[in-house]
């Protein structure tokens, strides 16, 4: 048994230790055997995948932003995560005029399938860099356990990191919530082991958390928890100093820490635009309230218009589908819910012993504050969003909480040992088995991923990804047949061969043959396509996203309710 062998604490059976030599042998095979695992299975993803529906406008704002040094895409979001999906679209010469006048949108789709380019050889070189960093982060999770509960603890935290579906799924995409989740699990990570050598790890820690700030705006919200956390490194650190010194040197440091963050950020602009030129969007919504303190942040002019971007995106009302209604506005219980569904059982068993073993352990209670803290706060924040459009929200929560996990390796029972072999073995089999598919996922208490359509929508199941999925099926199961489609995405169904028209163009009696809708739209469907499918035959479904259904000339089947 691999945990049992590498625990530090725990003789084998036979009491005789295993040799020092053995042991980091056996520690190193286990580290890289779960991230080789992770990496095939995020590769595979990203080969298979087409454009999920934000990825084409991250890829034409980071080839743009290359070429032309200009700012002036996907201002809403800063450009660190898109400049690292550049990395890899530098080694494909894909040219955009400078004075290209459509919107983000349509930049995404001329770079894509417009410049000549094979728009599967770009979008792997998009995604490349994202899964490399994804695979860095397991090394981080890895190696924050292993500082909590020693090399055990390190594979536990990994094993449900390297496992996780909703890991694997956004780590294969050229997005930004791996990144920015990844890059604030480092910073605390850095800032706990700053509690030994605050000099060695704090800028380093302020390095991680601007890099989480120039990703995405959502890290803003750890900040404050990050310069707590600070202070409460220099109190550890510096002990025999009196406490009013020591909350000096603290909040000095957490001064440190802050502008380190900040010059990332600004430093993460100036790469893109040294001149930093800039016209604020039009139609930006008044900064007014509490909003308008954001302004006085020290932060970049687009950073904080695209701030002003990010309030219209919340002022707006969004419809949200949980477990099979569908809710005008949001529902602040969604993320929470939206987790359990699409965790493995094992790993909700594996996060609850693990959180209770962080608090009730007394040499891991000091960790609470730099695990539970930030994935606590960020959570509670984003949960009070309008966007209730999939856990990418909170992929924080499956990292932090890995790390939580380890904790179990703590408890002195002797069965502990295999129950978490047994939950990790739970985990990785349900794991495997959605594979290649895994941005559908839910667990086996809501029927897998064949059943996530019934429960959760949008970049939970359906994010456009299932295209060219769907063109081969067409192609080898219902050729010469007449498709009607409607496509939730960002590809271009004609690109991969799909000759389908809109079936809410015209009268319902006219259309016949195939309806293909993708399973977004199915759980939202009202007026014209709901009565579309109130009388349509499901026969097939694609990638758990893409149902097809048969309309005959006579109706005589029901589709069933969503």
Do not use: C
Not at 76 to 82: D, I
Not at 291 to 310: H, I, N
Not at 458 to 464: A, T
Not at 507 to 533: F, N, Q, T, W, Y
């Amino acid at each position: 048994m691999i945990i049992e062998a590498i625990r530090e604490d725990v003789p084998p059976p036979d009491g005789a230790r295993p040799p020092g030599r053995w042991r980091r042998w056996l520690l190193a095979f286990a580290v890289v055997a779960l991230l080789a695992e992770m990496a095939i299975a995020m590769v595979t993803t990203a080969v298979e995948q087409t454009p999920t529906i934000d990825e084409p406008v991250y890829v034409g704002a980071a080839i743009f932003s290359l070429e032309h040094h200009s700012l002036r895409y996907n201002p809403e979001h800063p450009p660190l995560g898109k400049l690292l999906i550049a990395t890899g679209l530098a080694f494909a010469d894909v040219p955009v005029d400078a004075g290209f006048a459509g919107d983000q949108a349509r930049l995404g789709r001329y770079v894509l399938y417009e410049s000549g380019h094979d728009p599967g050889r770009l979008l792997l070189l998009a995604r490349l860099p994202v899964i490399v960093l994804t695979l860095l982060f397991g090394l981080v999770v890895f190696a924050f356990a292993r500082d909590l509960a020693g090399p055990a603890g390190g594979v536990v935290a990994l094993a449900l990191y390297a496992l996780s579906p909703d890991l694997i799924a956004h780590g294969s995409l050229a997005t930004l919530d791996v990144p920015v989740a990844g890059f604030l699990v480092t910073s605390a990570w850095l800032l706990w082991r700053a509690r030994e050598r605050p000099g060695r790890y704090l800028p380093f820690a302020g390095l991680a958390l601007g890099a989480a700030v120039a990703t995405k705006m959502s890290a803003l919200a750890a900040v404050p928890v990050a310069l707590v956390l600070v202070v409460l490194s220099v109190r550890h650190a510096y002990r025999p100093l009196r406490t009013f010194r020591r909350l000096g040197t603290g909040v000095a440091a957490a001064a440190g820490v802050a502008l380190v963050a900040v010059a990332v950020v600004w430093i993460s602009y100036l790469v893109v635009d040294p001149r930093l030129r800039w016209a604020p969007p039009s139609g930006l919504p008044p900064a007014e309230g509490v909003r308008a303190l954001a302004g006085l942040l020290p932060l970049p002019e687009p950073y904080l218009d695209g701030m002003r971007v990010q309030f219209g995106f919340e002022d707006q009302v969004w419809t949200t589908f949980l477990f099979g209604g569908v809710h005008v506005g949001a529902l602040w219980y969604y993320l929470p819910a939206a987790l359990l569904v699409k965790t493995p059982l094992g790993t909700l068993a594996l996060w609850v012993a693990g959180v209770v073993a962080l608090v009730a352990v007394p040499r891991l209670r000091p960790a609470v504050p730099y695990v539970l803290l930030p994935a606590a706060v960020l959570l509670a924040v984003a949960m009070t969003g309008s966007r209730d459009l999939g856990v990418r929200y909170a992929l924080f929560v499956p990292m932090f909480l890995a790390i939580a996990a380890a904790g179990v390796v703590a408890v002195r029972r002797r069965w502990a040992p295999v129950a978490v072999v047994a939950l990790i073995a739970f985990t990785a089999v349900s794991s495997l088995r959605t594979f290649p598919y895994y941005l559908p996922y839910s667990n086996e208490a809501f029927g897998g991923p064949e059943q996530t359509h019934r429960q959760l929508h949008d970049s939970n199941v359906d994010w456009g990804q299932d295209l060219g999925r769907l063109a081969d099926r067409l192609r080898q199961h219902y050729p010469g047949e007449r498709v009607w489609l409607v496509y939730k995405g960002s590809g271009v169904p004609s690109f991969y061969g799909i000759d389908a028209a809109d079936p809410l163009a015209v009268p319902p009696d006219a259309v016949h043959g195939l309806l293909v809708v993708s399973d977004s739209a199915i759980a939202k469907a009202d007026g014209r396509l709901a009565e579309l499918l109130r009388t349509t035959t499901p026969i097939d479904e694609v990638g758990h996203s893409i149902t097809i259904g048969r309309r005959p000339s006579t109706r005589h089947r029901w589709w069933p309710s969503a």
